[in-house]
């Protein structure tokens, strides 16, 4: 499986982006797709999962009302919604699959160690 993160860019606080993950290979090899972050000095954090066979989602506690996962109905393509852009939003942004089934807790939807396949990022910098 092969992950493609795009939509990054500058923008200004109060703005808004839509990431894109995009995957390739057997969807049989993943049910969900989760999107986390990484501020230089930082560690990766959870933003996001969204489980493509029972469309479950989990969000970080903190971002969930400005950031929103969704996807299309084919499974390969995931989309991260995100308003009202602050400057410490500023990161590397990450989409990762996880090949696990089955219902999970948030705390575990937001674990980088339980995926399995990782894209390259893509860098969204916010700008005050």
């Known amino acids: 499986v092969q992950l493609q993160a795009s939509g990054g860019g500058s923008v200004q606080a109060g703005g808004s982006l839509r990431l894109s993950c995009v995957a390739s290979?057997?969807?049989?090899?993943?049910?969900?797709i989760g999107w986390f972050r990484q501020a230089p000095g930082k560690e990766r954090e959870g933003i996001s999962s969204?489980?493509?066979?029972?469309?479950?989602?989990y969000y970080a506690d903190s971002l969930k009302d400005r950031f929103t996962i969704s996807r299309l109905n084919a499974k390969n393509t995931v989309y991260l919604q995100m308003n009202s852009l602050k400057p410490e939003d500023t990161a590397v942004y990450y989409c990762?699959?996880?090949?696990?089934?089955?219902?999970?807790?948030?705390?575990?939807?937001?674990?980088?160690?339980?995926?399995?396949?990782w894209g390259q990022g893509t860098q969204v910098t916010v700008s005050s």
């Open positions: 990762a699959a996880d090949r696990t089934i089955g219902r999970i807790t948030t705390t575990q939807a937001m674990d980088a160690d339980r995926y399995d396949y």
């Open positions: 290979g057997s969807t049989l090899d993943y049910d969900a």
């Open positions: 969204i489980s493509l066979s029972d469309d479950d989602t």
